[in-house]
């Protein structure tokens, strides 16, 4: 992750009203997203490998 990806993470999850200075729930949301992604590329992946090689 380069820096500008960082810093705009950071803008989206910035909180002035939390304590420590960020939204927990935007947070999590985000979180949880990701994961949905890395889980749907790694069941292509695993399906690409059940099926073997191409032809």
């Known amino acids: ?7 705009e993470i950071e803008q989206l999850i910035a909180s002035d009203a939390s304590p ?3 939204d927990a729930k ?3 949301v985000l979180i ?4 949905l ?3 749907r ?3 292509r992946i695993e399906s690409r490998l059940e099926a073997g ?3």
């Open 32 to 35: 949880i997203q990701k994961l």
């Open 53 to 55: 090689p191409a032809g």
């Open 26 to 28: 935007k947070t999590h």
């Open 1 to 7: 992750m380069n820096t500008d990806e960082a810093r």
């Open 37 to 39: 992604e890395i889980e």
């Open 41 to 43: 590329r790694l069941e």
């Open 20 to 22: 420590v200075g960020i």
